[in-house]
């Protein structure tokens, strides 16, 4: 009996493989279908205007939301076969207003990865379906940002091996905005440890002084923010 491979892990499913039959993208293996609805949990109990939306191409959004965000989950847990920890994600990528594709972006402590697919391919797509695909290593990364033109906002990054080079649109500025602040703050951290270890000395240094003054008191400490913001 031959059973499919796991889209995900490369291990057999308990699926046959039937040559007469068009095969659907991603069959998974119960293993890795366990992570997926784990990871769907997760990002559902998260802030949900996050979550992915694809207002053209589906009428029943509860559809949409569930087909385009478990095919996120199981690309982006292929591409990371759970290795690296996700730091921060943004659903609602596509390739421009008309296009019919949509996708997400994530980062982990070493890479930011995105990728889009055609939406009308969900379960049905030939191979993966992935339109557009773009990893790179924090340390390479330049720069990140939205830029506005006819299509609507376009996500334009630059690295060091590629330069600047636009890759897909977002829909979500917001969350846009909140997300590329995070990633350069990452790839910053990832660049210039020791610029990120003198400012966390500066800190303890300040508070130290603090306390010696007096002007530091438990009601301050409870201030969540305070080693942050000072
Ligand atoms: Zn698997």
Avoid: H
């Avoid at 091996?161 to 977002?170: M, T």
């Amino acid at each position: 009996m031959v059973y499919k491979k796991c889209y995900i892990c490369g291990q057999d499913t308990s699926i046959k493989k039937n040559l007469f039959k068009k095969s659907k993208t991603w069959d998974i293996c119960s293993s890795c279908n366990l992570l997926v609805e784990n990871k769907i949990q997760t990002f559902s109990s998260l802030n949900l205007s996050k979550l992915p939306k694809n207002r053209i191409l589906f009428l029943n959004k509860n559809y949409v939301e569930k087909q385009v965000l478990e095919k996120c989950v199981v690309e982006m847990l292929r591409k990371t076969r759970g290795e690296e920890e996700i730091l921060d994600f943004l659903f609602n990528l596509d390739n421009g207003s008309l296009s019919g594709t949509c996708g997400m972006a994530y980062f982990t402590n070493t890479r930011l990865r995105l990728f889009t697919f055609a939406a009308d391919g969900i379960g049905t797509a030939k191979l993966t379906g992935l339109k557009t695909e773009y990893s790179a290593a924090l340390s390479d990364i330049v720069n990140v940002e939205i830029k506005k033109d006819l299509l609507g906002n376009q996500l334009i990054i630059t690295d060091k091996v590629n330069g600047a080079k636009e890759q897909v649109y977002v829909q979500d500025i917001p969350n846009t905005k909140c997300f590329i602040k995070k990633l350069k703050t990452a790839a910053e951290n990832v660049q210039f440890p020791e610029k990120q270890l003198s400012a966390n000395m500066e800190k303890f240094r300040k508070l130290k002084e603090l306390m010696k003054s007096g002007a530091f008191n438990k009601k301050k400490l409870e201030e969540k923010d305070f080693l942050v913001e000072n």
